[in-house]
């Protein structure tokens, strides 16, 4: 048996992302040199929705590209090809990862390691929706949508998005034993 609860609605997902895009043009003086990368699968979208908030703000688009970190895990072994897709170069440019959900900090550690075999960006900044806590690496984002403290086993964070589940949302979904 799970219990679900809902902890950010549509709006509160909006009201978020418009924030973080705020607070990555204050922190970078602008967009110029900056590159959106999404963390496949919900980072991209994620990583679409900020630029579409960026652009707003300073009225430029910036490159978006997808990455696909499956290849590089340490804790999930596949031999699938890379589904990465990135038409510009992160050389020298300020890089900022987007995802979902920072959890142990695994897929960020993977991400690193797909990004260094593309190139090598002046920096790299990291966003997530929302920071759960229980790191196993030393990694912590630069921005965040809503920190929620979980239990580490006994709760998971589901984000669902319209583009993908028809519904933006985020719960807490507590394992019962």
């Given at each position: 048996m799970v219990n679900k609860i809902k902890v950010l609605n549509a709006e509160d997902i909006k009201r978020s992302l418009?924030?973080?895009?705020?607070?990555?043009?204050?922190?970078?003086?602008g967009v110029d040199q900056l590159v959106f990368i999404g963390i496949m699968t919900r980072g991209v979208f994620l990583a679409r929705r900020l630029a579409g908030?960026?652009?707003?703000?300073?009225?430029?688009e910036l490159p978006i590209g997808e990455l696909d970190v499956g290849p590089y895990r340490d804790d999930e072994k596949r031999t699938s090809e890379d589904k990465t897709k990135m038409d510009f170069s992160i050389d020298n440019k300020t890089v900022v990862l987007i995802d979902d959900v920072l959890f142990t900090g695994r897929t960020v550690r993977a991400a690193l390691d797909a990004l260094s075999d593309r190139g090598r960006p002046r920096c790299v900044q990291l966003a997530v929706l929302v920071d759960r806590g229980h790191r196993e690496l030393p990694?912590?984002?630069?921005?965040?949508?809503?920190?929620?403290p979980t239990s580490k086993n006994r709760e998971r964070v589901n984000v669902t998005l319209n583009e993908i589940d028809g519904e933006d949302a985020v719960y807490i979904v507590h394992m019962e034993e």
């Open positions: 418009m924030r973080i895009a705020h607070e990555i043009v204050e922190k970078n003086h908030f960026v652009k707003s703000i300073e009225g430029k990694i912590r984002p630069d921005f965040v949508g809503k920190n929620l």
